[in-house]
Nanobody, 118 residues
Framework: QVQLVESGGGSVQAGGSLKLSCSAS??????????MMWYRQAPGKERELVVS???????FYGDSVKGRFTISSDNAKNTVYLQMGSLKIEDTARYYC??????????WGQGTQVTVSS
Protein backbone atom coordinates (compact mmCIF):
# COMPACT_ATOMS: atom_id res chain seq x y z
CA GLN A 1 0.00 0.00 0.00
CA VAL A 2 1.39 3.35 -1.06
CA GLN A 3 1.55 5.72 1.84
CA LEU A 4 3.18 8.92 3.01
CA VAL A 5 3.20 9.44 6.74
CA GLU A 6 4.22 12.70 8.33
CA SER A 7 5.42 13.05 11.89
CA GLY A 8 7.19 15.54 14.10
CA GLY A 9 4.57 18.22 14.36
CA GLY A 10 3.67 19.84 17.63
CA SER A 11 3.52 23.06 19.56
CA VAL A 12 6.50 25.34 19.87
CA GLN A 13 7.18 28.89 20.90
CA ALA A 14 8.08 31.52 18.37
CA GLY A 15 11.76 31.38 17.56
CA GLY A 16 11.90 27.67 18.18
CA SER A 17 12.56 24.74 15.89
CA LEU A 18 10.85 21.58 14.76
CA LYS A 19 11.84 18.80 12.41
CA LEU A 20 9.16 17.10 10.39
CA SER A 21 9.56 13.70 8.79
CA CYS A 22 7.77 12.16 5.84
CA SER A 23 8.18 8.42 5.47
CA ALA A 24 7.18 6.77 2.21
CA SER A 25 6.06 3.17 2.06
CA UNK A 26 4.90 1.04 -0.83
CA UNK A 27 7.13 2.90 -3.25
CA UNK A 28 10.56 4.49 -3.51
CA UNK A 29 10.44 8.16 -4.25
CA UNK A 30 13.95 8.00 -5.69
CA UNK A 31 13.47 5.11 -8.11
CA UNK A 32 10.05 6.40 -9.17
CA UNK A 33 11.59 9.82 -9.83
CA UNK A 34 9.29 11.70 -7.53
CA UNK A 35 9.66 15.31 -6.59
CA MET A 36 9.05 15.54 -2.87
CA MET A 37 7.24 18.52 -1.52
CA TRP A 38 6.04 20.04 1.71
CA TYR A 39 2.86 22.06 1.61
CA ARG A 40 1.03 23.74 4.43
CA GLN A 41 -2.46 25.00 5.00
CA ALA A 42 -3.56 27.36 7.70
CA PRO A 43 -7.22 27.72 8.69
CA GLY A 44 -9.08 29.84 6.18
CA LYS A 45 -6.15 29.94 3.79
CA GLU A 46 -5.24 28.10 0.65
CA ARG A 47 -2.71 25.32 0.68
CA GLU A 48 0.70 26.72 -0.19
CA LEU A 49 3.93 25.14 -1.34
CA VAL A 50 6.60 25.44 1.33
CA VAL A 51 9.47 23.66 -0.33
CA SER A 52 10.19 21.13 -3.04
CA UNK A 53 13.03 18.69 -3.52
CA UNK A 54 13.22 17.94 -7.21
CA UNK A 55 14.39 14.77 -8.88
CA UNK A 56 17.70 16.41 -9.80
CA UNK A 57 18.17 17.33 -6.12
CA UNK A 58 17.55 21.02 -6.70
CA UNK A 59 15.29 22.73 -4.22
CA PHE A 60 12.73 25.47 -4.27
CA TYR A 61 11.75 27.38 -1.15
CA GLY A 62 8.78 29.63 -0.74
CA ASP A 63 9.73 33.22 0.04
CA SER A 64 8.19 33.06 3.48
CA VAL A 65 10.50 30.24 4.63
CA LYS A 66 13.76 30.96 2.82
CA GLY A 67 16.68 30.90 5.17
CA ARG A 68 14.64 29.33 7.95
CA PHE A 69 13.53 25.93 6.60
CA THR A 70 15.64 23.18 5.06
CA ILE A 71 14.50 20.10 3.19
CA SER A 72 16.61 16.96 3.15
CA SER A 73 16.20 13.30 2.39
CA ASP A 74 17.51 9.92 3.43
CA ASN A 75 17.03 7.71 0.42
CA ALA A 76 17.95 4.57 2.33
CA LYS A 77 15.10 5.28 4.73
CA ASN A 78 12.80 6.55 1.99
CA THR A 79 12.20 9.57 4.17
CA VAL A 80 12.17 13.30 3.59
CA TYR A 81 12.68 15.83 6.35
CA LEU A 82 11.77 19.43 6.88
CA GLN A 83 13.93 21.24 9.41
CA MET A 84 12.14 24.37 10.52
CA GLY A 85 13.90 27.09 12.46
CA SER A 86 13.16 30.60 13.68
CA LEU A 87 9.52 29.66 13.68
CA LYS A 88 6.95 32.42 13.51
CA ILE A 89 3.35 32.47 14.57
CA GLU A 90 2.39 32.68 10.91
CA ASP A 91 4.05 29.31 10.32
CA THR A 92 1.16 27.73 12.20
CA ALA A 93 -0.53 25.34 9.80
CA ARG A 94 -1.07 21.72 8.95
CA TYR A 95 1.95 20.52 7.01
CA TYR A 96 1.54 17.97 4.25
CA CYS A 97 4.08 15.85 2.47
CA UNK A 98 3.49 15.11 -1.21
CA UNK A 99 5.19 13.09 -3.91
CA UNK A 100 4.72 14.04 -7.55
CA UNK A 101 6.13 11.21 -9.62
CA UNK A 102 7.33 10.84 -13.18
CA UNK A 103 4.52 8.40 -13.98
CA UNK A 104 2.02 11.19 -13.19
CA UNK A 105 0.99 9.58 -9.93
CA UNK A 106 0.78 11.89 -6.98
CA UNK A 107 0.65 10.91 -3.35
CA TRP A 108 -0.26 12.92 -0.27
CA GLY A 109 0.11 12.34 3.41
CA GLN A 110 -2.50 13.11 6.02
CA GLY A 111 -0.55 16.01 7.43
CA THR A 112 0.91 16.97 10.76
CA GLN A 113 -0.07 20.02 12.77
CA VAL A 114 2.46 22.70 13.66
CA THR A 115 1.40 25.36 16.12
CA VAL A 116 3.64 28.29 16.94
CA SER A 117 2.75 30.47 19.90
CA SER A 118 4.13 33.69 21.28
Amino acid sequence: QVQLVESGGGSVQAGGSLKLSCSASGFSFKTKFCAMMWYRQAPGKERELVVSLNTDDTTFYGDSVKGRFTISSDNAKNTVYLQMGSLKIEDTARYYCAAFCLDDKNYWGQGTQVTVSS
